[in-house]
C-alpha cells in the first residue's frame, strides 16, 4: 500500500510562476535547438529532408532516455539525493558548451548516412540537450511535492512547457532566422542553457527547503492512485506512436515539394505542439468532443481532393487540407491521452511511455520505413491508424461485423483489377469517381471507429493505386535522398503518331525525360532542351569549347551529358548513388551510353566534392542541384559562390539552374553577384511554340568579365538580360538563410 504525507497547503503565485517559468525556458530552448542545428548539418548532407527526420528521431530518442533519467530518479531516492544527482549530470552537461560542429566532421559518401548523423548529433549536443529533455517530468514531479494547493494535479504544468516550445519554434524562422546568424544563435543558446541551469537550482532549493521543513505533525493517509494495467499501458503507447508517425510522414511530405527549411519543418511540429498546449488545458473536455465530431467531417474532402484526385485543387489549398486533417487526427489522439492520464504517483511513468512510443515512432519513419517501402506509404497507413484510435474502439461491439463492409469493398476492388486484362481509362476514371463517393460515405461511419478507419483505408489503398497506374510507374525506389521513380508517358510526335518516352521524378518534381526514338535518344529535353538556354549556351560558345574541362553538379537522367565533346572532359557531382544507378540503367535512359565521352563520376555533397578540386580547373561550371523542387540552400550561400568561381578558370562561366515553383532564386544570385562584382544574365525560358517535353526554365549565367559572356548576348536565338538589382535582400551567408524574404 503506498502512502504520502499530507504537507501545507501552499496558495504562492510564485512558485507557478517559478516552476512554469523554467519548463517554458527548457522547451524554448530545445525547440530552438532542433531546427538550428538541422540547419547547421544540413549543408553536409545536401538538403536532404531526412535530415530534418533523422534529427528528430535523435531528439525523440534523446528525450526518451531524458524521460526514463527523470523516472528513475523520481521513483528511487529521496527528493534530496534527486537534487544532488540532478546537480552533478548538469555540471558534466557544461563541458558540451558553447555547442558546435565536432572539428574535421564529413559524412560518409559510400553509404546511408543515417547513423554517422545521428553519433554526430550527439558528440556535438547530447549531453545539454539531454539536460533539457529532463526538466519537464522531473519538475512536475517535484512540484507535486512542494505542497502547493494545485500540486495534485500538475498537468497543466505541461501546456506551459508546449507554449514556450510552440513560440520557441514560430520565432525561429520568423525572428531568430531572419536577423541573427547561426554562429550567434549557438552562443546564445549556450547563454540561455546557463541561465535554465541557475532557474532549476531555484526549482531544486524550494524542493529541499519543503522537505526539511516538513511538520512531523503531517499525517499520512492512503494512496489513491490505481495500479496500470497493461490494456492502459498499450492504450498511451499506441496514443503516443501514431502522432509522432504523422508528424514525420506528413513533414517529408511538405519539405520535398517546397523547401528543405526550417520554415517549413516548423510548420507540422507547431501545430503538434499546439495539440498538447490544448488537451492539457482547462478546456480540455469542450475541445476533445468537438475534433472527435469534426474529424469526420474533414476526413471527405481530405480523402477525396488529397489522395483521391490531388490535382483538383491548387497546391497551397490541399497544403492546408493535410495541415488541418493533420492537426485534428493528433488533437483526437492527445485528447484521449489527456483523458485517460494517471494519478501523479504516475506521472512519470506516463510521460516515459509517451516520449518511449514518440521515440519509436520517429525511428519507424526513420529506419523502418525506408527499407519496407519504396515510396512514403507511412503516412497514408498511419492516417487509418489514427481513425482507429478514435474513442470507442475498447468499447465497439461486433468488430467482425464493423469490418465486413470495407473488406467487401476491398474485394470487389481487387477482383475488378485481377479480372480484368486491360483496364480502359473510362474505368478508372468510374472508379476515381467510385472513391470520392466512398470519401461522403465515410461520415455515416463516424461512430464505429473500426469501420471507418478500414473503409478509409480501402479508399487510400486504391487511390494510390490508380496513381500509380495512371502515371504508368515503371520503376520506384528509396533512398536517404527521397523517392525516385521513372514513369513511362506517351506523347503525339510531329506526325501525330502516339511516342513513348521516360521520366524521372524526384518525390512529385520532373527532373528529366527522354524520347524513346532511336534517333532522337540523344536529343537534350525538359529544362536542357537545344532551344532552351542550356542549348543556347553550347551553341553560343560552339567553336571555343571542344577543349573545355567542364563540371556539372546534379546528374537527373543524364541530359546534359549530350552536350559533351569528344576532347572534352566532364566531371558528374551526384550526392545521391540510385540516381547514378537509374540514369546508367539502358532500361530507362541512354543519354550516358550514348553521349557520355569522358565523364567522371563523384558521389558527395557537392560543395564538399568541388572544395577537394584544384583551382582554375574549370570552363564551365553548371550548377544544377535539386531536391525536389528546391535548390539546398548551402549550394546558394557568399561562401558557395566564391568557392564555384576559385575552381573556375579566370574566363569560365558559372550557368545557374533557378526553375522553381515557390522561391524566388534570382533574386538570392543577384546579390551575391552584386557583392562579387560578377557580369551575369538571366534568360526566363518560354518557348515560342509547342515543342514536345521542351518546357519553361529559368537560368543564370556569370562570369568575371562581361566579355565572356559577349556570345551569349550576340546570340539571337535567345533573350538574355541583365540579371536586374534587388535591394532589400540580407546576403545568403553559411551563417545566414532566410527562405521567407524570397517567398514568391
Not at 475488378?416 to 463517393?437: K, P, R
Not at 553550347?538 to 559533351?564: M, P, R
Request: charged residues 15%.
Amino acid at each position: 500500500m503506498n502512502t504520502t504525507l499530507k504537507q501545507p497547503i501552499d496558495r504562492n503565485v510564485s512558485l507557478i510562476v517559478l516552476f512554469a517559468g523554467t519548463l517554458f525556458i527548457s522547451a524554448t530552448l530545445m525547440f530552438v535547438l532542433q531546427p538550428m542545428f538541422g540547419k547547421t548539418l544540413l549543408p553536409l548532407l545536401g538538403g536532404s529532408p531526412a535530415v530534418w527526420n533523422t534529427c528528430m528521431v535523435f531528439y525523440q530518442t534523446i528525450v526518451f532516455f531524458g524521460y526514463l533519467y527523470a523516472h528513475f530518479l523520481s521513483t528511487k531516492f529521496s527528493p534530496h539525493r534527486q537534487i544532488q544527482i540532478h546537480a552533478v549530470v548538469i555540471a558534466i552537461s557544461l563541458i558540451a558548451l558553447p555547442i558546435a560542429l565536432p572539428e574535421n566532421t564529413f559524412p560518409p559518401t559510400d553509404s546511408d548516412p543515417t547513423f554517422w548523423l545521428m553519433w554526430t548529433l550527439f558528440l556535438a549536443i547530447g549531453l545539454p540537450f539531454f539536460v533539457v529533455s529532463t526538466t519537464s517530468p522531473l519538475l512536475q514531479k517535484w512540484f507535486s511535492g512542494v505542497g502547493h494547493h494545485t500540486s495534485e494535479d500538475p498537468y497543466y504544468l505541461y501546456a506551459a512547457s508546449n507554449a514556450g516550445s510552440m513560440i520557441a519554434l514560430l520565432s525561429y524562422p520568423f525572428f531568430l532566422e531572419p536577423n541573427i546568424g547561426l554562429l550567434d544563435q549557438r552562443i546564445f543558446w549556450s547563454i540561455g542553457f546557463g541561465f535554465l541551469c541557475l532557474l532549476v537550482a531555484g526549482c531544486a532549493f524550494i524542493l529541499w527547503r519543503n522537505q526539511q521543513t516538513t511538520s512531523v505533525e503531517n499525517v499520512v493517509e492512503l494512496d489513491t492512485a490505481e495500479e496500470l494495467s497493461l490494456s492502459k499501458k498499450l492504450h498511451w503507447f499506441a496514443l503516443a506512436f501514431v502522432p509522432s508517425s504523422l508528424l514525420l510522414g506528413l513533414t517529408n511530405f511538405i519539405s520535398t515539394d517546397i523547401a528543405s527549411a526550417p520554415l517549413l519543418w516548423i510548420i507540422p511540429l507547431t501545430l503538434y505542439l499546439l495539440t498538447f498546449i490544448l488537451v492539457f488545458s482547462k478546456w480540455t473536455d469542450k475541445i476533445h468532443s468537438i475534433m472527435v465530431w469534426i474529424q469526420p467531417v474533414v476526413l471527405l474532402p481530405f480523402i477525396a481532393y488529397s489522395f483521391v484526385d490531388p490535382g483538383a485543387l491548387p497546391y497551397w489549398l490541399n497544403l492546408i487540407l493535410h495541415l488541418l486533417a493533420f492537426f485534428i487526427a493528433v488533437m483526437v489522439c492527445h485528447g484521449e491521452l489527456a483523458k485517460n492520464r494517471p494519478h501523479t504517483q504516475h506521472l512519470t511513468y506516463f510521460y516515459l511511455i509517451m516520449s518511449f512510443a514518440g521515440m519509436l515512432g520517429g525511428m519507424f519513419n526513420t529506419f523502418v520505413a525506408p527499407f519496407v517501402f519504396n515510396a512514403i506509404y507511412e503516412y497514408p497507413i498511419m492516417i487509418v491508424a489514427a481513425l482507429l484510435l478514435r474513442p470507442g474502439l475498447i468499447n465497439s461491439q461486433k468488430p467482425v461485423l464493423q469490418a465486413m463492409f470495407p473488406l467487401l469493398l476491398l474485394c470487389l476492388g481487387l477482383g475488378v483489377y485481377f479480372f480484368s486484362d486491360n483496364l480502359s481509362q473510362a474505368l478508372v476514371y468510374g472508379v476515381t469517381n467510385g472513391l470520392i463517393l466512398l470519401a461522403g460515405l465515410t461520415y455515416a461511419f463516424r461512430s464505429r471507429p473500426i469501420s471507418l478507419a478500414l473503409l478509409a483505408g480501402v479508399i487510400l489503398f486504391f487511390a494510390l493505386g490508380i496513381q500509380y497506374l495512371i502515371s504508368n510507374t515503371i520503376y520506384q525506389e528509396r533512398s536517404f535522398f527521397g523517392v525516385l521513380s521513372v514513369r513511362q508517358s506517351v506523347l503525339m510526335d510531329e506526325k501525330k503518331q502516339p511516342e513513348k518516352y521516360h521520366e524521372l521524378f524526384h518525390g512529385t518534381t520532373k527532373h528529366g525525360a527522354q524520347r524513346l526514338a532511336t534517333h532522337l535518344q540523344t536529343t537534350p529535353l525538359t529544362y536542357y532542351s537545344r532551344p532552351g538556354p542550356m542549348g543556347q549556351l553550347f551553341s553560343a560558345y560552339d567553336n571555343q569549347s571542344s577543349q573545355w574541362e567542364i563540371g556539372a553538379v546534379g546528374l537527373g537522367a543524364g541530359a546534359l551529358a549530350c552536350y559533351a565533346k569528344q576532347q572534352q572532359h566532364w566531371t558528374q557531382y551526384e550526392i545521391d548513388p540510385l540516381v547514378i544507378e537509374v540514369a546508367q540503367n539502358t532500361d530507362y535512359f541512354t543519354y550516358l551510353k550514348r553521349c557520355s565521352k569522358n565523364t567522371t563520376f563523384t558521389v558527395g555533397d557537392a560543395r564538399l566534392s568541388l572544395a577537394k578540386e584544384p583551382d582554375q580547373k574549370f570552363d564551365l561550371l553548371i550548377m544544377d542541384a535539386f531536391s525536389s523542387d528546391s535548390v539546398p540552400t548551402h549550394l546558394l550561400t557568399r561562401e558557395a559562390m566564391a568557392l564555384y568561381f576559385t575552381k573556375l578558370k579566370p574566363s569560365g562561366i558559372l550557368a545557374f539552374h533557378i526553375t522553381n515553383r515557390h522561391l524566388d532564386l534570382k533574386k538570392v544570385i543577384a546579390d551575391h553577384v552584386k557583392h562579387l562584382k560578377l557580369a551575369a544574365l538571366i534568360q526566363e525560358f518560354k518557348p515560342k511554340q509547342e515543342i514536345p517535353l521542351v518546357i519553361n526554365t529559368d537560368w543564370v549565367v556569370m562570369a568575371k568579365q562581361a566579355d565572356t559572356l559577349a556570345p551569349l548576348q550576340e546570340n539571337t536565338t535567345g533573350s538574355w538580360q541583365k540579371l536586374p538589382l534587388y535591394f532589400d535582400m540580407k546576403p545568403w551567408t553559411d551563417d545566414f538563410t532566410n527562405i521567407i524574404g524570397i517567398w514568391k
